[in-house]
DNA sequence: GTCTATACGCTGATAGAC
DNA sequence: GTCTATCAGCGTATAGAC
């Protein structure tokens, strides 16, 4: 996959070369404390082309999240041509974004960390975009196939995919010291059997175990 | 609870009055789009004092920061007066954040939505904070105690109020369209019972039914 | 303690040379 | 297409009156 990657692309074309930096940038400070001649300093690009290129800062910031999310997109695609369950594709899902967070945290920082709305405030909701759409997508067919256990595809998706976000975000801010793949197992076990021990509601708890 | 109220206290303290007007812009902008200035205007307070007080924006973010912390963490000491299990102390947890994400949307989003670490550089991460250490002190009980299944209570912690956490980003971005409230027996079902059908272990499914 | 007016620096943006 | 020099505006912070 043609991730950015400062250290990869050495005689790299000019735009690449802004977005990576601005990427770096991003993720270390964030968006408001980056300023455009800091864009400028590391990429050893002019401000003058970063305008002719993407119009700006806001620019630059849309055009890295387009790019990534566009990447993010194409994961989904080759996760959804797996011949699977839809709990085994989530489980796919989660394995590359733990691996993702810690071969490219950058990027994960970036997509799932940043808050979007601020400095892209057009942009419509992150969990409205395509490759947000295909998550959601695969936990409605989980439930209409009778694999998912849940009423609602929206707060089904949270809870699966809140749980994982928030892992990814304390595994980037060094409360979690190992790699999440390490605790892969457990986490997926316990997303999808319950955290929990006592149980309220027996008769539901037999629903689950039917079929 | 005297949470900081716009419509409450009328003639407020002159600090409310900017802790107040500050929240408010916070929220709806975020810290990097609000300007002094801004704070002044909405507070009536002027420029000076305001200064004089908190001794310039960041300031007024920390102070911010520290109040509601703190009134949160008084929370915690009331749910952790309950005679109660663990389990049921989350529960509690979790239904009074969905009250108050109804009813005070501004400070629920200002401590869970914010990157502090964006305008508080040198703060420690939130989940350091005295109540999140007893949010996650619940759960080590609660796995010592045999009522939480699972190995690690950081990663525990993370599935049970990542979850959480993101329904109420969610609603709040007006994603989820009617009070979590409302939901609130499927989602504390879901999270404690797991969403899975299909279960490969088997063996630990029987674990969770055993005592 | 509270306020107003002002100074200064930084940032985004442009114009024009190469 | 790429770059450098420069500008205008905003936002923080302060000094000093009341």
Chains 1, 2 share one sequence.
């Not at 974004?97 to 071969?103: G, P, V």
């Not at 997509?111 to 057009?122: I, M, Q, R, T």
């Not at 998550?135 to 849940?150: D, L, P, T, V």
Request: with cysteine; aromatic share 8%; hydrophobic share 40%.
């Amino acid at each position: 996959m043609p991730y950015l990657d400062r250290t990869v692309c050495s005689p790299e074309p000019i735009d690449c070369r802004i977005l990576t930096a601005a990427l770096e940038l991003f993720v270390e400070r964030g968006f408001h404390k980056v300023s455009i001649h800091d864009i400028q300093k590391l990429s050893d690009v002019s401000i003058g082309s970063i305008y002719k290129h993407f119009g700006g800062k806001e620019g630059v910031a849309k055009a890295l999240y387009d790019h990534l999310l566009n990447e993010f997109d194409e994961l989904m695609d080759k996760i959804n041509q797996l011949e699977a369950s839809q709990i085994e594709k989530s489980n796919e899902l989660i394995k590359r974004l733990f691996t993702y967070t810690e071969s490219r945290r950058d990027i994960i920082s970036f997509v799932f960390h940043a808050k979007h709305n601020e400095f892209l405030p057009d942009e419509s909701l992150i969990c409205d975009e395509k490759p947000f759409l295909a998550m959601r997508s695969i936990i409605e067919k989980g439930i209409k196939e009778k694999e998912i256990n849940a009423s609602n595809p929206i707060i089904a998706g949270a809870i699966i995919f809140g749980s994982v976000i928030r892992l990814i975000q304390l595994r980037l801010d060094g409360v979690i010291k190992e790699p999440l793949e390490q605790h892969y197992d457990e986490i997926t076990f316990s997303i999808w059997n319950g955290l929990g021990k006592k149980i309220k509601n027996e008769p539901k708890l037999k629903v689950i175990n039917q079929s």
